[in-house]
């Protein structure tokens, strides 16, 4: 009797390993990034999924592409295979529809400190009018005039965010505190947004920005130089500085008024840009260009994923050249003495 009692007993504790055995969970989970933004804490398979996966609705009718036909007169790849876009590049129907149903968010950060408010209105009109139209977006205003802001008409799901920040009475430590202010509110809307834009206040858009653009690490092409040889390139060249650019090293110059990408990839660039100003501000050295000199510094060591052509970021000055089908984004016509807090 009392060792049939045991025999079951045993049965039961072997039956209890077997259980527990077959319902173990053996794989490893720790290969799946783990980091503490909201969206991250979705399964690696769905980030890669929101993020890579381009899906275009059924039965979409637009024009064939091709492989053998198209832009002839510029150069549409970088040799690290970064697109370059250009107008006729692209199908921004295609795109727009394949981002739609991705429910994306875009911030667009703009300084407006000082005299610089006077900008505001026209770009925020334009913004509406050709940023990221039909797209959820939040446009973060950085002033110190608060009261200021112009109240302009945005359609749903569009909205424009004020911050306040200290006035200053040297342009180049507003320029210079940008990237922080990028990091800092990169860090508060990781959770509700997805890419960010980082543009100039005196600049307005003429035509269409939108999903195009989107990308990992975004840089824009600099329309004063990209016909030139990169020794003529305004890069920090001096040794001691963190921009420091080699003479014979670098791609392209990029613009320091438009950039973006991925919330992490340009927090990421923003926060190094601010550790190395900061670094070199206490030895006593600025460079050339302020954070447009790191950025190109950054930009020749983290390649970006995709570049965009100068119809990005023209100039009002700049007679328009032949490559440049569309100006999309230009910097105004303004006098430095006039608006600046010092020369
Ligand atoms: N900025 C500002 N107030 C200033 C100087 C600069 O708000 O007194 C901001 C503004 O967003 C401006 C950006 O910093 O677009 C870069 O400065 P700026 O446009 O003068 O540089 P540039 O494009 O002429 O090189
Ligand atoms: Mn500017």
């Given amino acids: 009797m009392f060792n049939i009692r045991v025999l079951i007993l045993l049965l039961v504790l072997l039956l209890g390993i077997l259980f527990v055995y077959l319902h173990h969970e053996w794989r490893p989970t720790s290969f799946i990034p783990?980091?503490?933004?909201?969206?991250?804490?979705?399964?690696?398979?769905?980030?890669?999924?929101?993020?890579?996966?381009?899906?275009?609705?059924d039965h979409l009718k637009y024009k064939q592409p091709s492989i053998v036909h198209g832009r002839t007169d510029v150069v549409t790849l970088a040799p690290w295979l970064a697109p370059v876009?250009?107008?006729?590049?692209?199908n921004p129907v295609l795109l727009d529809s394949i981002y739609q149903s991705k429910n994306i968010t875009v911030a667009a950060t703009v300084?407006?400190?000082?005299?610089?408010?006077?900008f505001l209105k026209k770009f925020l009109e334009t913004a509406e009018r050709f940023f990221f139209v039909g797209f959820r977006v939040n446009i973060y205003v950085f002033t110190d005039r608060p009261k200021e802001v112009p109240r302009v008409q945005m359609s749903a799901g569009r909205k424009v965010v004020v911050h306040s920040v200290p006035s200053s009475d040297r342009w180049q430590e507003i320029s210079a505190r940008r990237m922080e202010l990028i990091q800092n509110l990169i860090e508060e809307v990781?959770?509700?947004?997805?890419?960010?834009?980082?543009?100039?206040?005196?600049?307005?858009?003429?035509?269409?920005?939108?999903?195009?653009s989107l990308g990992g690490l975004v840089a824009v092409i600099h329309p004063g130089y990209y016909r030139d040889d990169r020794g003529r390139f305004p890069y920090e060249r001096r040794p001691a500085s963190r921009a420091y650019v080699a003479d014979g090293e670098g791609d392209f110059y990029y613009?320091?008024?438009?950039?973006?990408?991925?919330?992490?990839?340009?927090?990421?660039?923003?926060?190094?840009?601010?550790?190395?100003?900061?670094?070199?501000?206490?030895?006593?050295?600025?460079?050339?260009?302020?954070?447009?000199?790191?950025?190109?510094r950054y930009m020749w060591i983290n390649k970006p994923s995709k570049i965009l052509s100068p119809e990005y970021l023209w100039q009002d000055f700049k007679p328009r050249n032949p490559e440049i089908h569309i100006i999309r984004f230009s910097g105004v016509v303004k006098n430095y003495a006039d608006i600046r807090p010092n020369v």
């Fill in 34 to 57: 783990q980091t503490n933004t909201h969206r991250d804490r979705l399964s690696a398979e769905v980030t890669v999924n929101q993020i890579f996966h381009l899906v275009a609705p």
């Fill in 85 to 90: 876009i250009w107008e006729g590049t692209f």
């Fill in 111 to 118: 300084f407006a400190v000082g005299k610089y408010i006077r």
């Fill in 190 to 212: 990781q959770n509700s947004t997805d890419y960010i834009f980082c543009l100039d206040v005196d600049s307005e858009f003429h035509g269409r920005w939108g999903s195009e």
């Fill in 255 to 296: 613009c320091g008024g438009a950039f973006g990408g991925l919330l992490q990839e340009v927090h990421l660039l923003a926060k190094t840009c601010h550790l190395n100003f900061k670094a070199d501000a206490e030895e006593g050295i600025e460079a050339a260009w302020q954070e447009e000199s790191h950025l190109n």
